[in-house]
């Protein structure tokens, strides 16, 4: 694509104590072009608008202003650090784009890949990976709405992740709006557009942020579209026409309890039937919500909060199949006891560490936070306080490693005291009362060794 | 344990050049750039549809100067695309391009279910057979009713009406229209639109429009692209992203006083 600025140089801009490097074009749409750019050392992309873009957009600049004025909600929004207008030296050299703007954001660091790698099966990633991503979506999206703000775009091009650590980072914040403003020139993406922004009936805010959001989820967690199944296979041509039929004029969800009129076909919907079964009727029971009478009632659909709680509960409980080694999840009570997804084997039950606020089934790689040991917390997962690991040479035998922070002050049931520094792990195998930076946690008989 | 071996279901994305190659194309190596817009062009299409899952992009060519023939006769998934120099020389048969298509387009050989193909003509002359049998052959298709029609038209001496009748009509402004006088911000600046040939005066402008072709319109063919609000939004099988800035209009005003 042919470069709106020009490439590998040096630009100076309004307001910009340093000269920036710009590098190469990252990547262009139909909005502008991004930009691999520094600034005194600092990696950063500037994104940088097609003047037929802004013409469109009168709000564009007061949006972003009021987005780099109040700050990022959390880090992971490539969230815009500053407005850029050339100034006199460098308009000169930029002709008609120079009379248009751009941003600074931070650059998506190289680990993070587009979400539709995932949702294309390109990439190697776990289950545990994928359910810790969607609660980082859910997280992002509960921060930017306590902030004050909307989305009004999420879709599968919006989200990039970190297959390795189920880290995220959501670009193209240039559409986020104070709630309630009303203005931009955005939509959507179909697929993800709530049925009354789709239909014309009201404009993107809060409430299709939340629809937006589950169709995300549901696509991050199923790899299939909530909406494709039967009623798809029923339009030759997925046009315009087709897709307002399938999405805004009469959606069904694809599991719909009730209206089973859109089931996933056992031939082309594969994915949704192979992954949707591995799911919790916790987490289950929010999409139904979500696309069933949160379609045409916004007020039904799933909170970022009840997203956060469910997917942080789904995580507590993970465990490794004994026979298979694969990752399985939590099931509502079955008289034949919980089976292997994979291997249909049974799965024998697994011991419960019970905290303050829940509790963590004992298997390798569940990890407690401080949300487990003090109910006033909400769900966090990024700064753990323990990971459940297996000792490496006695089998059956668990510990917590502690995670960082101040050392652990440990009392045993027989008296003993002891501390436990970080990186050190403290055996699940002898009840013991842990008084962690978080709060205490207490090791229970019931969890004594085989 | 990886997460289970599943992918997003997909629909295929027939994307389809029809390349004039008469004897008018040698003139100013426009030949030469037509070839390479595309050559060029296949890298970012490739890219789109990567990032679009849902969208298996397979892409076909025609050429036609004295008669018309498969240049890429297999539907060939994008990234395997090896585009080989189409050669000039021969007349402009046209309606025989359009039939060739139209037989393609039927079903079968098409999918029973696919997106919306997008149809890609460019020519820099008058047909010489007869154009309007070739057009109403391949618009007898439902498949190629409900395609993205996009002309372009190389230098002075393309048809720009036989170009407008391939693509259909523009529904956005009726003849005589002066763009803006309804008093809605226009989608396209003065004169452009997708919905009417491109006036390709150059290889730089040519090359921005198959650029835009294969990035913007196969994006816009297979969803990712946001929706934008606008007159243009519910028109035509998918709604079509703006035009890319050009050599004529570099980059278009972004604050024009009036229009």
Known sequence: MASLLPTDTVLTFEGLAAPLQVGHCLGGGSQGQVYAVELEGEPLALKWYLPSFLARDAGLQTRLEESIRRGAPNDDFLWPLALLRPDDASRARLGVAGRGFGYLMPLRPPAYVGAAEHAAGRIAISLRTVLRAAFFLAAGFHDLHSFGFCYKDVSLGNLFLDPGSGGIRIGDNDNVDVIGSDGGAVLGTWGFMAPEVALGQARPDVASDLFSLAALQFQLLTRHDPFRGALELAIPCLDLPGRRRLYAEDPVFVFDPRDTRNRPDPHEHVAALITWPLYPRRLQRLFEETFGPGLHDPSRRALTGQWKQALAVVLDHLRLCPHCGEENLEHDPDPGGARCWRCRRPLPPAPLLKLANGGVTVAEGNQIHAHHLDPLRAEDLRRPVAEVVAHPSRPGLFGLRHLGGAPWQVERADGRRFEVLPGETCSLGRAALLHTGAGPLRIGDHLLRP | ?259
């Open chain 2, 1 to 259: 344990m990886p997460f289970p071996d599943v992918r997003l279901a997909s629909r295929p994305l027939h994307f389809l050049y029809i390349c004039d190659c008469s004897g008018s194309m040698q003139a100013d190596g426009r030949m030469q750039s037509l070839n390479q817009a595309i050559r060029q062009s296949l890298p970012g299409m490739a890219e789109a549809a990567r990032q679009n899952p849902e969208a298996r992009v397979l892409v076909r060519a025609v050429r036609f100067a004295d008669r018309a023939g498969w240049h890429i006769a297999t539907p060939t998934p994008v990234e395997q695309v090896r585009w080989n120099d189409l050669q000039a020389g021969g007349v402009t048969a046209m309606g025989e391009a359009l039939e060739l298509v139209a037989a393609e387009l039927r079903s079968p050989p098409m999918e029973a279910r696919a997106l919306p193909p997008v149809l890609v003509l460019i020519s820099d002359g008058q047909p010489t057979d007869d154009f309007d049998a070739g057009l109403r052959s391949l618009m007898r298709e439902p498949w190629a009713r409900r395609a993205v029609r996009l002309a372009i038209a190389i230098g002075h001496d393309a048809d720009t009406e036989v170009l407008q009748q391939f693509i259909g009509e523009d529904p956005g402004l009726p003849a005589g229209e002066v763009p803006g006088a309804s008093g809605q911000m226009p989608r396209h600046p003065l004169g452009r639109s997708p919905r009417r040939p491109l006036p390709a005066s150059n290889a730089t402008t040519l090359a921005r429009y198959l650029q835009w072709a294969s990035t913007a319109v196969v994006g816009a063919a297979s969803t990712t692209a946001s929706r934008l609000g606008g007159a243009d939004d519910n028109r035509g099988p998918v709604p079509l992203p703006d035009l890319p800035p050009t050599e004529l209009d570099p980059l278009e005003d972004p604050d024009p006083i009036k229009w």
